[in-house]
């Protein structure tokens, strides 16, 4: 991955998991590769100039051997996006009704009254 581009984020878990993604989601091969002609690379300006010192993140480790090829795998990680994305909406509005339901019924108690 290319770690000056903009795009580029970097997260370490408390188990040491060191997580490396493209925030556009343009990287199938992440945390390994960005693609060679990727149209949305832009250099990243806070830190151009800057030294980094003893903290930088841990370089990324060799990537796994894969016979299965690449336009597969975008094809696998885009079924997955829509299952989520099929889903997600029933989720959310769960999720509100329940808070809904949960602030509705604190509202009924007046504190001035005894």
């Given at each position: ?88 909406p029933d989720l ?23």
């Amino acid at each position: 991955m290319r770690e000056e581009c903009k795009h580029f984020q970097s997260r370490t878990y408390a188990s040491g998991e060191v997580a490396r993604f493209c925030v556009l989601g343009n990287a199938p091969d992440q945390p390994w590769s960005c693609p060679a002609d990727c149209t949305t690379y832009e250099r990243r300006f806070a830190d151009v100039g800057w030294s980094h010192g003893s903290l930088v993140d841990r370089p990324v480790e060799t990537a796994p051997e894969s016979n299965v090829p690449l336009e597969d795998r975008r094809e696998l990680l885009e079924a997955a996006s829509e299952i989520v994305n099929a889903v997600a909406p029933d989720l959310i509005d769960e999720r509100r009704r329940e808070v809904d339901d949960a602030t509705s019924k604190s509202r009924g108690w007046k504190f001035w009254r005894r």
